[in-house]
């Protein structure tokens, strides 16, 4: 008998000849880019440093398209929007030390937001590694300890045999359900090292599937097809796994009103009857969904966010969908069904029969957005809505956008409609700054049929002003727009709110048009006034382009204190 296990693809004569007759000149930097191009990598991001040079010079030979950013944290933004835009792992080449320790903070973005990003970095050379102090330039006693509490995996080579694997194996990692960054480093010397290993030809590119466990999903389909008050949580997973449109036909099914996270922006659509859209940090909507006989959560774990700053206690039954194990049931007893979001509702829209009808499920949604809309209407914050409705006109709705951590972005979370999923992104995921500008660059990379808007305070604009560099170098059709309000506005606000007074949030800045246009990137200066017809004169215009907002805006006031 002959199982599927006992057959191997054998080698053509062609392939053969090639094998013992590799071509010459060739390293281990030759490895790392012949095995990303043989599992489909186009482009990598990416800066270069002294022991990574071998990767660098086999890119230069190769057929890569390379971005090079200013900073290594920025090209780990980069990359994190190509693999959100894609789905694609996106190969992020650093070098040893401070050069990759620096890019941290992107790689714990792109954990929390499980953005695909392949970390390819250099080490020291092989007879430094060990934990001994050898004194070589960039040295450290366990440079992969850095990264193993951020990233899904670490994958250490040794030798350049072990280059195509360890790379293939991380790829695989980086786009399993859940996506995420993983890290692979190689030594100097094994990079440097010409090579007599064959060109390498081909890869398996295809990550395990998750489905549900079959059992789960009977029993979820029996809650959701008996309760007469269902409701839908959806998370950053239903975009992730490209299910709106999965999840659209479960919520009508069932009648079940829809409220998206903020990593979920665009899961389900923002003028549906049934939608609740992503007023999640409003009492309304938290007592609504806790009204909720049955909750299903999709690709969401609940975190501070999601739940109100965990001020959401669910009453009735919940069931959670979530790709990452560490989510599920981490904040509320579930039934807990560890799968793939496409997966999950797909096996629900299977196992559901019929169609629960409930007219009254469309007024009870009016019902709450308007509340919403009176408690914001009753603050006088007219003039942070009409940026948000100037924004939205400008912008087409098929452009990404990129938010970072600025007021302006906080009220995007909740009140901006993203007209299609998978194109409003966030730092959110784990709140660092500075994410906004150099992510949009990755995503015009990406795509470049459409025009990207990246939204920044001006506190967030000067982690990553170097990038107006690459902007204008790479020709990247990003406009950026800038909210200058002289400091961190947010935590201005939050230090007046909690001490009576401010300490370290007012700061010294550029003029922002010279400095773009210093660059050689065109600049305008706007007002709230003009700022839908600027926005759409820049975004129309091909290539990089800055609008700086002069404004001081205010937060909505919170609900969970």
Known sequence: ????????????????????????????????????????????????????????????????????????????????????ITGEAAPLLLSTGPGALTSLAALQEAASASAPVLAISSQIPTA?????????????????????????????????????????????????????????????????????????????????????????????AHLLSSASRPAIIAGGGVVRADASGKLRQLAERLSAPVVTTYGGKGAFPWTHPLSLQSWVEDRHTTDFLEDADVLLVVGSGLGELSSNYHTFRPRGRVIQIEADLGKLESNHPALGIHADARLALQALLETIEGTREDATAPERVRD??????????????????????????????????FWDMT?????????????????????????????????????????????????????????????????RQYDLDVTWLIVDDGGYGILREYMTDAFGETTGTELTRPDYVALAESFGVPATRTTPETLATDLTKSLGIPGPSVVVLPAVLRMFAPTHL
């Open 368 to 401: 709450v957005l308007a509340r919403v809309r009176e408690r914001i209407e009753g603050q006088e914050l007219t003039l942070e809505q009409n940026l948000l409705t100037s924004i939205r006109r400008a912008l087409p709705a098929r452009a990404p956008s």
């Open 128 to 220: 430094g590694l060990g934990g001994g102090r050898h004194g070589y330039l960039h040295e450290l006693p366990d440079q992969a300890a850095s990264f193993r509490g951020v990233v899904k995996s670490v994958h250490t080579v040794r030798s350049q045999s072990q280059i195509p694997s360890a790379i293939e194996a991380a790829w695989k990692s980086a786009l399993s359900a859940p996506h995420g960054p993983v890290w692979v480093e190689i030594p100097q010397d094994v990079l440097l090292a010409e090579t007599s290993i064959p060109v390498v030809t081909g890869g398996d590119a295809f990550p395990e599937e998750l489905p549900p466990r079959p059992e789960l999903t009977a029993l979820a």
């Open 1 to 84: 008998m002959t199982h599927d296990h006992d057959l191997v693809l054998r080698p053509t004569a062609a392939q053969t000849e090639a094998a013992l007759n590799p071509p010459p000149g060739r390293n281990g930097g030759d490895l790392v880019v012949e095995t990303l191009a043989g599992l489909g990598a186009t482009t990598v991001f990416g800066l270069p440093g002294q022991h990574a040079l071998g990767m660098f010079d086999a890119v230069r030979r190769s057929d890569l398209r390379y971005i090079g950013l200013r900073v290594e944290n920025n090209a780990g933004f980069a990359a994190d929007a190509y693999g959100r």
């Open 407 to 471: 007021i302006l972005s906080y009220w995007a979370w909740s009140a901006f409609d993203p007209k299609h999923p998978n194109t409003m992104h966030s730092a959110q995921g784990s709140g660092g700054l500075g994410y906004a500008f150099p992510a949009a660059l990755g995503a015009a990379a990406a795509d470049p049929t459409q025009p990207v808007l990246a939204v920044s305070g001006d506190g967030g604009a000067l982690y990553s002003i170097a990038e107006l560099a690459t902007a």
